[in-house]
């Protein structure tokens, strides 16, 4: 089959590689319907992470499960959400909802605790292990599924999960002011979550148009193009000089995190989901105004039922973010979209 | 009146100074009934506060409303609780329940925003900015009130309410493992209010026998004398390996935070009320395993009825962390004892 292989910073190939197989009784060998490029997958293509040797890469992606090992309770012909870090569903980290911790989970692209490998998404098929405790199921949808529809369905597989994560974790309640900083397809869904959860006021930081023309269809209320202490005054200026209740971070770099917790008012929550790089918390900041800081790498299989049945109602179009559709076969030029911010996101098909 | 004042480190006396009066509408003068030292006043007399120039100290204590500003609805005789910082009660902050980042407060032994000296909370009596606010009332108690009353109301002042404070940022639920760092009176608080709050296994840090007496006796269900890798190690033993739901955090040191930190299970939260001193927050590890960290300067006045209210009701002891009485002439002497740790905390009596 193709599956994209990163051999190093800026170079991104769609290669032949030998066909998934079911290798333990664990297994699902599900082939992709769509998958897509991450910010995350920027950093080693930015040679931010050091990529030391050619490496699969792709974590998100949709499909239809094809074989099954013995011990998997998922039909043929299913159509699954693999969410970016496959679990086990059982063990204590998994059951208290941290599926990312799975003590027998891992991420996709490389191998598994027994050394096999792990097929990445960015691909035509991939082997998943721990199929049961990974894979959502998503009913009566099959790989003809609309298209609107299954980018709203991909975006489970991580970005939405992750917005969700950093709205769960900031903690927003009904009618508070919550503040988005990142206007990547995280902070977007981060503002989706909000609105889901009742914020009143949505203040997304984004000085890019088209996805502050996304940002206020997900619910924003204002859009704050500075940044810095500018962009801290503004938000103290729509807050009566106070700062807002929930602030979530979607980016993951020190000023991101900074402008984040400087936005937050006192006793408030900055909910992160950035992967952290270069990022010096500034503690004395935030014993002394309560600001808390709660998040981390997002379990998105924790939520995978519920934003996918949210999808499936109608009541929110979190695909929205995916301003760009692409063959597998132009995967580099979907790198260099995301790369250059020509796109939000891209969705790839096989 | 006599009063505390802090030369530089090592050096604090008790002085001759001018009596207290009502300079604004919004003031009381409270007489003093007892005080004591707190963790935070050994910062300065250790030298890990600079000294710039002599100043009052002391900021527990409670007594009896002496003389009042016309804005002020407290009866003379009142019996009164006054938290570590005044507050206005009014303005966002403060009706959010973060008193400490009032925007009309400050701290004792200081100047007041216009300039006017507020007395340090070890001395005999103390000019009261905003009264309404700040202080708590408590009925059917005067200055003759029997000293294990008045050692447990002395708590709400400070440490009672935020050792409470680490354990509601910490989210302390019922049947929850909670490890508390710091075996001084907040922590010890720390462990009561985790009992308080339902905590099915508590598990005290702490290498002092008397200290660890105490921790017993106010709900700990296993101590730790480990620190460091062992004590990490100790906790994940006593947790099928995956470390505690939530962790108290009562130090302020970068080793005790990094020992909070490193006991949290994937998904855990540390409540952190130590005044940090160097510490360097593990913003990786807390990314990859999802450990929140939630705190600041405790707002005790937010808890202040809640927690007279249980003191009254004799559900509640911290008073017991007080394991010495002196008269206010012998505070250089308290200083000492609290310094060597030959006491826990130190009760001063005008």
Redo the contacts between chains.
Sequence with gaps: MRATVIHAAGDVRLEQVPDPQVVLPTDAVVRVVASCVCGSDLWPYRGANEVTEPRRIGHEFVGVVEETGDDVQLRRGQFVVAPFVWSCGGC??CR???Q??CERGGGWGGPDRDGHLVDGGQGEAVRVPRANGTLVPVDGVDEDVEEGLLKSLLTCSDVMGTGWHAAT?AGVQEGETVVVVGDGAVGLCGVLSARMKGAGRIIAMSRHAPRQAVAREFGATDVVEARGDEGVQAVRELT?G?GADRVLECVGTHDAMLQAIRSA???G?VG?VG??HG???P??L????????????A?VRAYGEALRDAVLAGDIEPGKVFDAVMPLDDVAEAYTAMDERAAIKVMLRP
Excluded: H, K, Q
Excluded at 286 to 297: E, K, P
């Design positions: 204590a980290p208290s909802g941290v990312t911790s974790r009566d106070r008012r006192p006793g929550t992160y992967v952290p990022i010096e918390l503690i004395e935030m014993f002394r105004r309560n600001v808390n800081v709660a998040g981390g790498v379990p």
